[in-house]
Nanobody, 120 residues
């Protein structure tokens, strides 16, 4: 089972940038697809971005395309989410999760999440 710790959240102004990190532990991290999800107040958790085991394939929600970039460093057991041109609607708690190879579902436990707040 992959265990996850998200970090890097904070308060930024609209148009600013933030880089989130997801530190993972587990013997099979390097062969595991990963994803970022977020949950805003009063909203359901939604998909943000995903990345396959090697980092060669990435997918993004329409709402973040062109602004967010997901990446991973398997040597460091870490997945990143670079967020640029942030908007107030990006405000949410961000979570990372292991995903199945087809990127259709998460697996294992969620981390604690990291709060991202974007002011206008």
């Amino acid at each position: 089972q992959v265990q996850l710790v998200e970090s890097g959240g904070g308060l930024v102004q609209a148009g600013g940038s933030l880089r989130l990190s997801c530190a993972a532990s587990g013997r099979t991290f390097s062969s595991t697809a990963m994803g970022w999800f977020r949950q805003a107040p009063g909203k359901e958790r939604e998909f943000v971005a995903s990345i396959n085991w090697s980092g060669g394939s990435t997918y993004y929600a329409d709402s973040v395309k062109g602004r967010f970039t997901i990446s991973r460093d398997n040597a460091k057991n870490t997945v990143y989410l670079q967020m640029n041109s942030l908007k107030p609607e990006d405000t949410a708690v961000y979570y990372c999760a292991a995903m199945n190879p087809s990127l259709t579902r998460t697996r294992g436990s969620w981390g604690q999440g990291t709060q991202v707040t974007v002011s206008s």
